[in-house]
């Protein structure tokens, strides 16, 4: 159980200082189009607006799969969302940069994160608000805990989603 412990707060420590030196990165770029970025691989929108919990070692995202042709429409309304504290704390979204994870080059993906994936009722709502922003077809949710562990379909891995509606 100990060793449990550790590895959740090991994993905990090393997704926020990734996070936190990408959104660095990109604060030049927050009202830039993902279409026209293509010096970095994400852009970040996070909260403004009202509170919401700190993320737990079980913490996770909604990813969104858009065509390049949609990206920046479809940020554009994510961005807000999450601005306005419609749902979890930040999002980001691929830029033109070519990333080597990315399974379509013809799609960028949008990550709406949520604090603990054991939260279903609140996994749930932030769906339910994606859906009133168009985001309508069934969507993967992951854990951070998988990315950090490199599972990425890409690589191999399959069912590797927490949720899929």
Known sequence: MKEKIKKDKKNKRSSKSVKAKQRKISSP?????PSEVTDIYWIYATRKKGKYPKPTP???????????????????????????????????????????????????????????????????????????????????????????SGKYRITGHKRISKYYE
Do not use: H, M, Q
């Open 29 to 33: 770029y927050s009202n830039a189009k």
């Open 58 to 148: 079980r913490s996770g995202k909604w990813l969104i799969f858009v065509s390049l042709k949609n990206v920046d429409e479809v940020w554009a309304k994510i961005k807000k969302a999450v601005e306005e504290g419609k749902l979890g704390d930040s999002a980001k979204v691929a830029t033109a940069k070519p990333n080597p994870l990315a399974t379509d080059p013809n799609a960028k993906v949008i990550c709406v994160y949520t604090y603990d994936y054991t939260d279903e009722k609140d996994v749930k709502r932030i769906r339910e608000e994606l859906r009133k922003l168009g985001i309508t077809n069934k969507i993967p949710y992951k854990a951070d805990e998988d990315t950090l």
